[in-house]
């Protein structure tokens, strides 16, 4: 049996729950064409977006992580850094 690491754990939980919620969720692979440091996900519902990294509690950003949460921050795009189902309950609570 193939056993997954805490985090994509974690992503799995938080893209089934907002997907529950009526959420349309995309999730972003990394690899040699993706966009450098692109978030874990893409959240979109009622016309607005959002770009949700997923990281365990005492996980940091990389570099290009950074980078492209400027850059979606500079065009006005909402990012986000999810670090548990908790953090993605409150977001829905909140109306996001």
Known sequence: MKRHKPETLLREAIRKYLRLMG???ITNYQSAL????ISDLTV???????WVEIKLP?????EGQVKFQIEIEAVR????VMRSVDDCIE?????G
Not at 44 to 50: A, D, F
Not at 77 to 80: A, S, T
């Open 44 to 50: 979109i519902k009622n016309g607005k977006t959002w």
């Open 58 to 62: 005492k996980g940091k950003l990389s």
């Open 77 to 80: 795009g909402v990012y986000l």
């Open 34 to 37: 993706s966009y450098p440091g």
């Open 23 to 25: 959420y349309y969720v």
């Open 91 to 95: 977001f829905v609570k909140n109306g």
